[in-house]
């Protein structure tokens, strides 16, 4: 970008020559979740624990838990 800037063109023009917007570029589709978990925070293991079994009944056929010892 900063060589199209150095020969006078601004973003609007470069996006226009390349066809494409930062608002209209995806990596892959949007697909609705079953169960929202927000990144942006800590949980406490139990939370983490409810998140789990959640995300394990909204999906079934992806996602069993199992328990693989104590310690």
């Known amino acids: 970008m900063s060589m199209l800037r150095s ?3 601004g973003i ?3 996006t226009a020559l390349v066809g494409w917007s930062a608002s209209t570029v995806h ?3 949007h697909v609705e979740s079953r169960h929202d978990i927000a990144f942006n925070r800590y949980y406490t ?3 983490i624990e409810d998140h789990l ?5 909204a ?3 992806l996602v069993e838990l199992r328990s693989i010892g104590k310690s």
């Open 27 to 29: 990596a892959q589709p």
């Open 7 to 9: 020969l006078g063109i």
């Open 45 to 47: 293991f139990e939370q």
């Open 59 to 61: 999906y079934p056929e």
């Open 53 to 57: 079994r959640a995300v394990a009944e």
């Open 12 to 14: 609007g023009v470069a």
